[in-house]
């Protein structure tokens, strides 16, 4: 299984980004997925988050509190994609964004192993 992250660039303070993670190979069920990110001198942290959902309980998302209100998880179970819609970007969102995802490749038995893309760069600049 491998993830793909794209969509990072050098922006504006106030401008938005669309970043998108793709998920290849043999993939039997993409669980919780999600991006991270990491600026120089900081520990990886979570950005935002968004779980399957079941026949009982529905999608829900989790968000970092400094991201709240600006920045949208989705995802698209067909397509194995999820997207970061970042918008009223700040300096502090500086970072090396990496797509994150709780795989199944065994079967519905298989609770699902954890995988991270390479990163991408987001450059606010103010």
């Known amino acids: 299984v491998q993830l793909q992250a794209s969509g990072g660039g050098r922006v504006q303070a106030g401008s938005s980004l669309r970043l998108s993670c793709k998920a290849s190979?043999?993939?039997?069920?993409?669980?919780?997925v999600g991006w991270y990110r990491q600026s120089p001198g900081k520990e990886r942290a979570l950005v935002a988050r968004?779980?399957?959902?079941?026949?009982?309980?529905?999608?829900?998302?989790d968000y970092a509190d400094s991201v709240k209100g600006r920045f949208t998880i989705s995802r698209d179970n067909v397509k194995n994609m999820w997207y970061l819609q970042m918008n009223r970007l700040k300096p502090e969102d500086t970072a090396v964004y990496y797509c994150?995802?709780?795989?199944?490749?065994?079967?519905?038995?298989?609770?699902?192993?954890?995988?991270w893309g390479k990163g991408t760069l987001v450059t606010v600049s103010s």
């Open positions: 190979g043999s993939i039997f069920r993409l669980n919780a």
């Open positions: 994150n995802a709780d795989i199944s490749t065994d079967g519905p038995y298989d609770y699902g192993k954890d995988y």
């Open positions: 968004i779980f399957s959902g079941t026949l009982i309980l529905p999608t829900s998302t």
